[in-house]
Nanobody, 124 residues
Framework: QVQLVESGGGLVTAGGSLRLSCAAS????????MGWFRQAPDKEREFVAA????????YYADSVKGRFTISRDNAKNTVYLQMNSLEPEDTAVYYC?????????????????WGQGTQVTVSS
């Protein structure tokens, strides 16, 4: 079992930055990969970024490359998503998820546990 709790969402103007955090508990954090997904109103959930269990490998959606950075601190059982140069199109509920078998895959069906989500709103 893995429990995930996101934080750090909020309202920001275009061009601004936010850092999301996801605190994990339960199974040893350093043994599984983590991902971030987002879902905007009336849209399907989409992949944002993922990181392997030790942080050696990272993966990004094309829409956020160069603007977002995923990282993890295994000593703190936390994964982060640093979001810079935010755009109104980034407005969504952001979810972190645990991938117990993979190295950070891009399909949400591959993830085993999910947080409750945190709202990010970017105003123009």
């Amino acid at each position: 079992q893995v429990q995930l709790v996101e934080s750090g969402g909020g309202l920001v103007t275009a061009g601004g930055s936010l850092r999301l955090s996801c605190a994990a508990s339960g199974r040893a954090f350093s043994t599984y990969a983590m991902g971030w997904f987002r879902q905007a109103p009336d849209k399907e959930r989409e992949f944002v970024a993922a990181i392997s269990w030790r942080g050696r490998f990272t993966y990004y959606a094309d829409s956020v490359k160069g603007r977002f950075t995923i990282s993890r601190d295994n000593a703190k059982n936390t994964v982060y998503l640093q979001m810079n140069s935010l755009e109104p199109e980034d407005t969504a509920v952001y979810y972190c998820a645990a991938d117990l078998l993979g190295v950070g895959r891009q399909e949400d069906r591959e993830y085993d546990y999910w947080g409750q989500g945190t709202q990010v709103t970017v105003s123009s």
